[in-house]
């Protein structure tokens, strides 16, 4: 049977084949007109890079190499005795293109623990920081930390192939992937556990270890992490972490560089902060509402006068999509299935139910429903994680897969520096405004 490194190699010979034939014969058509305000407004919509692991249609949601959220959970490997697919089987699937087997998943779960080992200086470099150093900041920082053990940046060095750089990149990524959970884990030890240390459990996968090793032995929250790691493992490439991690790699960055610059730009409120930023909104609703589960007429008012005054619905609407999230909808199933009396479910049930209509009828918002950051902090509380600064640091870990799995393919298909050009607003005026 062949390893995934060399079913890697197989498909990217396949998808260069590929791409040299369509840039053969359509490597002159227009794929998009950009206007001034795409230019001023953030790039938003403007189709000018390739990502090959997912595509987020605003209809549809997220296809992770063409199969939705729910499919995965159908069709993916499960930890035994467990309901929720596992990250494993994910990261084939994104790398590869294919479902894979059991058996295939459970290589990388193999190959994950043989890498896991983490560099002593690491922890040395962390446990010499403030304890309230922010978590985002400690992960960044260990990730970049363990730049000193990229096989890509010494075989580099070396000099090597241009043919090779993608098999050097999949060493680090592999390596990186395997000690995220360890680095996250000890982050959160010292962070809010008195630095507690807890070793790793050899019968256990990728995201059960990574909750056993922060301390947490319910078997549903490791179904939790199972699935929230699944979930939030990528959102196509336009993103800022996808998009960050995508343009340092494209200087030829090692994956150790490029993972902590999208980590960093993932730190941001706008991105992977939105979720404890939501959580702490609700929190604060429901103490100003009374406490307990508010009536949904109670709940609509206070949404109103939030609008009225100006302020936005945390945890409403997306950029891309004009849907609900698919990833809300399977924490929202998870939270039937497992919490469905849990107050604060209750709460976001709530807004679920009225808010849509509310910012309907207000009519600001494009989409009215909500994404994944609605919903994720619910479930973490429920199960004990009251350490909202955390919660980035779960989804960097996630994260990681979608972006590493596309550097691979950067690679391997020889993506060049990105680069794109900037223009002056007098430019604009002067060159791109037709005078009357």
């Not at 962390?126 to 150093?133: F, H, I, K, R, Y």
């Not at 990574?210 to 196509?236: C, N, P, S």
């Not at 610059?261 to 706008?270: C, M």
């Not at 998870?334 to 107050?343: I, T, V």
């Amino acid at each position: 049977m062949a390893t995934l490194k060399e079913i890697v190699g197989e498909r990217l010979a396949e998808k260069g084949a590929e791409i040299k034939a369509l840039l053969k014969d359509h490597g002159n058509d227009v794929i998009h007109e950009v206007t001034l305000q795409q230019a001023y407004g953030g790039m938003r919509g403007i189709k000018s890079m390739v990502w090959e692991p997912s595509l987020l249609d605003p209809n549809e949601g997220i296809r992770f190499r063409g199969f939705t959220i729910p499919e995965l959970q159908q069709k993916l490997t499960k930890a035994k005795g467990g309901k929720e697919p596992i990250p494993e089987a994910l990261f084939w699937l994104l790398v590869t293109g294919d479902l894979p087997t059991d058996e295939q998943t459970a290589e990388v779960t193999a190959e994950w623990k043989k890498r896991s080992a983490m560099p002593d200086y690491v922890f040395k470099m962390l446990d010499s920081l403030p304890t309230d150093v922010h978590p985002m900041t400690q992960f960044s920082l260990g990730i970049l930390a363990m730049q000193k053990e990229s096989v890509f940046a010494a075989e580099y060095r070396k000099g090597i192939k241009k043919a090779d750089y993608w098999a050097y990149t999949y060493e680090d990524v592999m390596n990186l992937l395997a000690r995220l959970p360890a680095l996250a884990a000890k982050v959160y030890n010292r962070s809010y556990k008195n630095n507690q240390s807890i070793p790793a459990d050899p019968n256990l996968d990728w995201g059960g270890n990574f909750a056993h090793m922060m301390g947490y032995t319910d078997e549903q929250f490791k179904e939790l992490m199972r699935l929230y790691l699944v979930i939030h493992a990528d959102h196509e490439g336009g993103n800022v972490s996808a998009h960050t991690t995508h343009l340092v790699g494209s200087t030829l960055s090692d994956a150790y560089y490029s993972l902590s610059a999208g980590i960093n730009g993932l730190a941001g409120p706008l991105h992977g902060l939105a979720n404890q930023e939501v959580l702490r909104w609700i929190m604060e609703t429901k103490e100003k509402l009374g406490g307990g589960v508010p009536p949904k007429e109670q709940l609509g008012k206070f949404l109103w006068d939030t609008l009225n005054g100006g302020q936005v619905i945390p945890g409403s609407g997306h950029a891309v999509l004009r849907r609900t999230d698919p990833r809300y909808m399977a924490q929202r199933e998870f939270a039937q299935k497992w919490l469905p009396d849990d107050e604060i479910f209750k709460v976001v049930s709530g807004i679920y139910e009225v808010a849509p209509d509310i910012l309907r009828e207000h009519g600001k918002a494009k989409n009215p429903w909500p994404n994944v950051d609605a919903h994720s902090g619910c479930l973490l509380v429920h199960y004990g994680m009251t350490e909202y600064d955390f919660y980035t640091v779960l989804f960097g870990c996630s994260r990681a897969m979608g972006v590493l799995g596309n550097l691979i393919w950067d690679r391997g298909l020889y993506m060049p520096l990105e680069r794109p050009k900037s223009f002056t607003t007098e430019f604009a005026k002067a060159n791109l405004i037709k005078k009357k």
